[in-house]
């Protein structure tokens, strides 16, 4: 059974530009959480969601940030325009029905803005 | 508000020695807490959990953790450090509702011969 599955690994962006990041959860598990890990600190709620609803995105910016998990495919994350400060690793984890709080992660992605 | 403080941003010990890492939190709930190691560019392994059960809970790799209500703590203890416990570790709270979970801001444990 494979792990949560995250690409790309590592992706350079410019300032302007658009940014996607997806992850492909465990098998069997319908539940996905997007975090982010800026340097030097803990990681951060930003988004849960299930097959085709967000549950509780309280930990999205505003603007610029979207979430998806369609019915078929993996989950993205998309940032829009993305400026310097949202050089960061981002981090997803996936969780069967019912567990709570056991979440297991992905290996990340680390989206660096020039 | 829920909340997790980790004690020591950077903790340094010698190969053999004692690993204590600590860990505070805040619940008006009973909590689930967990511990988590992340290696240099990789993501997050899960090390051990509280659910309730025993207050003394053993992980992998030879960590485990005491549940203190009275003190609201959760420190992370190994009788003797290897090398290969270096490596970022957080306290991870369980906040109910949607099962969303709260990170300390994380300890970099260092291990030196």
């Known amino acids: 059974n494979a792990g949560v599955m995250q690409n790309p690994r590592h992706l350079v962006r410019r300032r302007g530009q658009e940014a996607r990041l997806r992850c492909s959860p465990m098998k069997g598990h319908s539940h996905v959480y997007w975090y982010r890990q800026l340097p030097e600190e803990g990681l951060k709620f930003m988004v849960y969601?299930?097959?085709?609803?967000?549950?509780?995105e309280s930990g999205m910016p505003k603007e610029r940030f979207s979430a998806e998990f369609p019915k078929e495919g993996p989950s993205i994350l998309r940032i829009q325009q993305v400026v310097r400060g949202d050089s960061a690793a981002y981090f997803c984890?996936?969780?069967?029905?019912?567990?709570?709080?056991?979440?297991?992660f992905g290996p990340g992605t680390r989206l660096t803005v020039t | 508000a829920q909340s997790v403080t980790q004690l020591g941003s950077h903790v340094s010990v010698s190969e053999g020695a004692l690993v204590l890492l600590r860990c505070n939190y805040s619940s008006s709930v009973p909590p689930y807490l967990f511990w988590y190691v992340q290696y240099p560019n990789q993501g997050l392994q899960l090390l051990l959990k509280y659910t309730s059960a025993a207050t003394l809970v053993k992980g992998i790799n030879g960590f485990e953790a005491e549940f203190k209500k009275s003190e609201t703590s959760f420190h992370l203890t190994k009788p003797s450090a290897h090398m290969s416990d270096a490596a970022e570790y957080f306290c991870v709270l369980f906040s109910g509702g949607y099962n969303k979970l709260i990170f300390g801001a994380g300890t970099r444990l260092a291990v030196h011969p």
């Open positions: 984890a996936s969780s069967p029905k019912g567990l709570a709080g056991e979440q297991y």
């Open positions: 969601l299930q097959k085709e609803n967000i549950i509780d």
